[in-house]
Structures are given as C-alpha cells and as structure tokens.
C-alpha cells in the first residue's frame, strides 16, 4: 500500500467520493474534528500510513487529518505484502471478488492468532482523502459496480455499498466496511464500538510478494508508530514483521 506521490497533472475526472459531503474546518481537536466527520467513513491505515509522520506529509489541506483518532481491526481479513511490493488486506471469502475468489487455504496466511487485521483511524478531510487517492493509485475513471443486481437477478457481491466502482486501471479501489474499535485514543470523541471505514484495496495483487526496497524503512517507521499508539505489538510481529526486515 502507499505506492507512489500523485501525478504531476491532475486528472480530468473527478475522484471517486465515496462518503457524504462535508466541509470540515482545519482544526487539531480531534473530537471537534471527529463529530465533523460523522457522515464520512474514517480511514483504515494499515500499511506506510500507519505512520501519523507520513500521514501529516500527504495531508496538507487539514493537520487534522493526520491525527490518528483510533486503533481498530477488520475481523476475518488478511494482511499482507502483495507481488507489487507493498502491504495489501484480503476481505473474508464472502466479500471477495475477481482474483481475490482464486485465493486458496493458507497462500495468503491467517492474519495472526486473531485472525483480524488491526489498523489506525483517521478522520480524514475530502480534500485530503482525494491527496491520498493519488498516492495510492486509484482511477478516478473506473466504471461504477453493479447496480444492485447481478446476472439473472444475483446479488452482487461485494455489495456496491460496500464497493461502489470497480478497480479499473488503478493501483487500489476503495471499500467502506465495518471496523471495531479497540481503542479511542487521548482526546478521540468514542463511544462507538463498530464504524464504518474506508480500507484501499487491491483487488488484482493478491499473491505474496517481497516488499519494495524503499518501503521497508517506511513500514519500520510505521510499524513502530502505530505500536507506540496502542496497534498490539504481538500482533505487529506475528503478521507485517516476518514480511518487514527491520533495518
């Protein structure tokens, strides 16, 4: 994940919105921030951007966007470092589609004894989510999913509330699914135990890879940021560090 800095020309197409509209202010209180956002899913950081460090580099329009609100964790889904280099998740079997469905028993591991992939929230501002569009690659031209229905009348799976356009030439296609909080961190407006989130997701690169030479040092860094946050350091070493040497 976290693949490349965004085009130098900007595209012609509008990104893709996924979330409701709305106009957050720039401010660093992160429950003001929060209730401003409660119409837009947060952002499921599970790779480089796990880094509050990193985040605050790519989130120019709003510091608030960086700030991490959350650790959280998407039950049943795998993590992994895919055949493109960097860290790509696998949704559980029933929401899977294209290659993913060709995903067989353990090719792509059980992510640790909790069988979940854990990440950190972020209440990110459109603008800067249309930033971390490019960054991650996504084609603002893809076509929409299905409508509602599949042939002869199927239920489209994933459900297009879930992935509202196919990944089309890009590097990642955006999700919304439900997270379950673990931790609301110091100063994050909580309560909520389940929220809906946006996950990158690459639906084409589902094989196991080798991490990019230039992403290791990144994932370190991630890696020891998220669990200075509360990201469960067993777990970070159970599933990302046997893919991330440390350097």
Not at 117 to 125: F, I, N, Q, S, T
Not at 203 to 213: C, D, F, M
Request: charged share 20%; aromatic share 6%; glycine share 8%.
């Amino acid at each position: 994940m976290h693949l490349h800095d965004p085009p130098s020309t900007t595209p012609s197409s509008t990104p893709i919105n996924i979330n409701a509209p709305s106009g957050p202010t720039a401010t660093t209180d992160r429950s003001k921030e929060q209730q401003s956002q409660t119409e837009r899913p947060l952002y499921f950081a599970y790779g480089s951007n796990l880094s509050p460090s990193q985040m605050s580099t790519r989130c120019i329009h709003n510091p608030a966007s960086s700030v991490p609100l959350a650790i959280a964790r998407l039950p049943h889904w795998r993590w992994l470092i895919c055949d493109a280099g960097y860290a790509n998740v696998l949704p559980p079997p029933e929401l899977r589609v294209g290659p993913q469905t060709g995903v067989q028993g353990d090719e792509v591991p059980v992510s640790g004894t909790e069988d979940a992939v854990y990440g950190v929230l972020y209440a990110m501002d459109e603008r800067d989510e249309r930033l971390l569009d490019g960054f991650e690659g996504v084609d603002w031209d893809a076509p929409a999913a299905g409508s509602g229905g599949g042939k002869d009348g199927a239920v489209v799976v994933p459900p297009v509330s879930v992935r509202p356009r196919e990944q089309g030439q890009g590097d990642y296609n955006k999700w919304v699914v439900d997270a379950e909080v673990v931790q609301w961190l110091e100063g994050a407006h909580g309560g909520d135990n389940t929220v809906p989130v946006l996950v990158y997701v690459d639906e084409l690169r589902v094989k196991l890879g080798l991490p990019k030479e230039e992403y290791i040092p990144r994932m370190n860094r991630a890696i020891r940021e998220s669990v200075a946050l509360g990201l469960p350091a067993r777990w970070a070493e159970e599933v990302m560090r046997p893919s991330i040497p440390l350097n």
